[in-house]
C-alpha cells in the first residue's frame, strides 16, 4: 500500500541499522555523505556466501576501514589533478526496515569487493545533477506503487511513498535531460532496505528517445543475455544505500535507459531514483 507523499513529516518507524544497508553509508564515506556515525560490520553468514575468501579477514574491518581506492573517471584521466574532485553526491540515511534474506548463490558478485565501500570517485569540478525533476518515461504505463516523477525528485531514502515499483520482466525507467548533455555519472538507487541483488542491470544513453539506433551501453551486468540486450561483462552487485555508480565516460547524449528483470528478493523491479552528474553542452 502506497503512503501519502509529505516530505516535511517523513520517518521511519522502528529504523533498525544493519550491515546491509548501513554499509556504504556511514562518515567519511569518499564516495558520498550521510549523517550517520557508526554501523555495524556485515554477518558472518553474509561474509560466508558474498564475503572476501580469506578466512583471516576480519569482518568488522574489512568494509568499514577499508574503502575502495579512489577511481578516477576514464574521461578524466588526462586532466591536471588541480582540475579534479570527488563527486559531491550526497547519499541517503544508511537505514533499513527488512529483515534480509539469503540471497541465491548463482549471482556473478565479486566476493571481493562486496562490503567493500567505493572509493571517491574523482571527476573534473563544477558537474551538477542534470537529472533533478526531469521527465521520466517507464516501460511499465501503470506502475504497481509509485509514479514516474519520483525518480528524478532528489529524494533517495526509499521510505514508503518515496519509490516505484514495476512489474516482472524486463522493464525500463528513461530520464530525459531536455537537451544533449556531457554525462560523467549515472548513480542509480533501486531499493536499499535490504541488501539484494537486480537481474540483468543494464544502463544505455542515446540522443534517439525510442533507443533504436545510436545507443551506447555504459553497463551491462547481463552475462547470459537473458534480457535480450546483448551479453554483458560486468558483475552483479548487491543493493546498499551507495547505489551504483556507473561511469558516463563523457558521453554526449540526451536520453538515459536504465534496466532491470527482477531481484532476489521478488519478481518486481523497482526504483527510488537515478541521478545524472555531468555538464551542459555548449
Not at 531536455?178 to 542509480?188: D, G, L, M, T
Not at 541483488?197 to 551486468?221: A, G, H, M
Not at 540486450?229 to 558483475?235: P, S
Request: glycine residues 8%; proline residues 8%.
Amino acid at each position: 500500500m502506497m503512503l501519502s507523499r509529505s516530505r516535511a513529516i517523513v520517518s521511519t518507524i522502528a529504523v533498525t541499522l544493519t550491515f546491509g544497508a548501513a554499509l556504504c553509508g556511514c562518515d567519511n564515506n569518499p564516495g558520498g555523505s550521510s549523517s550517520n556515525a557508526s554501523v555495524p560490520p556485515p554477518t558472518a553468514s553474509m561474509l560466508s556466501q558474498y564475503g572476501p575468501t580469506n578466512n583471516e579477514t576480519n569482518a568488522s574491518s574489512f568494509w568499514m576501514y577499508q574503502p575502495l581506492p579512489p577511481v578516477r573517471a576514464i574521461a578524466a584521466r588526462g586532466l591536471a589533478a588541480s582540475d579534479l574532485e570527488p563527486l559531491p553526491m550526497e547519499l541517503p540515511m544508511a537505514a533499513t526496515v527488512c529483515t534480509p534474506k539469503p540471497l541465491p548463490r548463482f549471482t556473478t558478485i565479486n566476493r571481493n569487493v562486496a562490503f567493500r565501500r567505493r572509493g571517491s570517485f574523482i571527476v573534473p569540478n563544477g558537474l551538477v545533477v542534470l537529472s533533478r525533476n526531469k521527465q521520466v518515461t517507464l516501460s511499465d504505463v501503470d506502475p504497481i506503487v509509485g509514479d514516474a516523477p519520483l525518480i528524478t525528485d532528489g529524494y533517495k531514502q526509499g521510505s514508503d511513498g518515496d519509490w516505484l515499483e514495476m512489474g516482472p520482466g524486463r522493464q525500463w525507467a528513461q530520464v530525459d535531460l531536455a537537451a544533449p548533455a556531457e554525462i560523467w555519472a549515472i548513480v542509480i538507487w533501486h531499493y536499499h532496505a535490504e541488501p539484494r541483488v537486480y537481474r540483468d542491470v543494464i544502463v544505455q544513453v542515446s540522443n534517439d528517445p525510442e533507443f533504436s539506433k545510436d545507443v551506447f551501453t555504459l553497463f551491462n551486468n547481463d552475462q547470459d543475455n537473458s534480457s535480450g540486450l546483448g551479453a554483458g561483462k560486468d558483475n552483479e552487485y548487491l543493493e546498499f544505500t551507495e547505489g551504483k555508480l556507473v561511469d558516463g565516460l563523457a558521453t554526449k547524449a540526451r536520453y538515459i535507459r536504465c534496466y532491470s528483470n527482477g531481484n532476489t528478493s521478488d519478481a518486481q523491479n523497482h526504483l527510488i531514483e537515478i541521478e545524472v552528474w555531468g555538464k551542459p553542452v555548449k
